[in-house]
């Protein structure tokens, strides 16, 4: 069996593959779509992060395809339908980068509630900003968490230890389970009525996209901080900048973007002086989360073939 990986991974599983099959690296594939799209059909198996568009032109060349392996979750860059028609298993790595992306969410609150990027800015400027600028704590705060899967609950968890009190809202649960009583299970209207802290957990679907939009933010009552770690256009950015403008939100942190890397003409909108944090998609990818990811993705591959 012949695997093709065409994004990082980690390396002692990529030994763990070479055990089993016969491999291809190259993590700079995902941008050679002409290269991918001519030697994919020689390969039973193709592992992906997310950059990799595994779409209709590569897969009417993927003629022996079998399994897909992509290295987190989210599988808005893969044709998950026709995979379906074509018999391609497709193996996300459910739950392995939860963590990270929780303990990102978690910190990224504080340091926003905290103001830590604008007192940043001013001392190193000499401004010395220690009465002008008004801080908070994330102690007996609301958190909203819109889209409640395994990410979303992992962020609960983190959040009700952290002592934050927990809004969910998820279209696609009716009710919540026994051992999350601690939760209330909340409209987006209440969330954007009551919520300190808005925290977005979605999959990018057409449902999704722009779901978080002008309309959105001028229904938001507590000058709310937002945190994007789910898909870029699941917000509008351009709106969201504009909200913090006008103080209808007090704070944003983005790990995704629509377009990544971020274009220059949404760079240039931000400035230093803003609470913000601009992180490239990494809230998932940590030391621990990318051998969980690779390894979980490695057995996944054995297992199926
Ligand atoms: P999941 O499938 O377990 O959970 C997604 C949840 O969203 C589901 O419960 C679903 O019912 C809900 N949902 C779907 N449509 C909705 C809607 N219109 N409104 C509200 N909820 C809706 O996925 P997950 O593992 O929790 O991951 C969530 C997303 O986070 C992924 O799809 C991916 O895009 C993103 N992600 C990003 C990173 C990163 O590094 N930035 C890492 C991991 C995941």
């Known amino acids: 069996m012949k695997i093709l990986i065409t994004e990082f991974m980690d390396s002692n599983s990529i030994d763990d593959l070479k055990n089993n ?38 897969l009417s060349n993927a003629n022996n395809l079998k399994f897909i392996g992509r290295l987190g979750v989210g599988l808005d860059n893969i044709d998950t ?14 739950g392995m980068n939860a963590d990270s992306v929780a303990e990102y ?21 000499g401004d010395w900003p220690r009465t002008t600028i008004k801080s908070a704590e994330i102690n007996g705060k609301c958190i909203g968490i819109v889209g409640f899967g395994t990410i979303g609950r992992k962020v609960a968890d983190y959040s009700l230890k952290n002592g934050l009190n927990v809004l969910a ?11 999350e009583k601690n939760y209330k299970l909340s409209s987006l209207g209440d969330i954007f009525k009551d919520a300190d802290i808005i925290s977005l957990h979605l999959p990018l679907t057409e449902e999704t996209k722009n779901l978080i939009n002008r309309s959105s933010f001028l229904k938001m009552q507590k000058q709310p901080i937002i945190i994007n770690t789910s898909r870029g256009s699941v917000v509008n950015e351009n709106d969201l900048i504009d909200a913090y403008d ?60």
């Open 21 to 58: 099959f016969e491999i291809t690296f190259d993590e700079t594939l995902w941008k050679n779509t002409k290269k991918l799209k001519e030697i994919i059909k020689d390969y039973d198996g193709l592992i992906v992060r997310n950059k990799t568009q595994v779409n209709k032109d590569i």
């Open 81 to 94: 339908e026709l995979c379906k028609t074509k018999n391609i298993h497709v193996q996300p790595a459910t």
């Open 105 to 125: 969410v978690i910190s990224s609150s504080m340091s926003l509630i905290k103001k830590i990027p604008i007192f940043h800015y001013g001392t190193v400027k």
């Open 169 to 179: 809202y998820d279209p696609y649960i009716k009710k919540l389970g026994d051992n």
């Open 246 to 305: 006008q103080n209808l939100i007090s704070g944003f942190a983005l790990d995704v973007f629509e377009n990544e890397p971020i274009k220059k003409d949404l760079c240039e909108r931000i400035t230093s002086e803003m609470n913000c944090i601009l992180t490239p998609h990494i809230s998932g990818v940590t030391t621990e989360s990318n051998i969980r990811v690779s390894d979980f993705i490695v057995k996944k591959a054995i297992d199926f073939f």
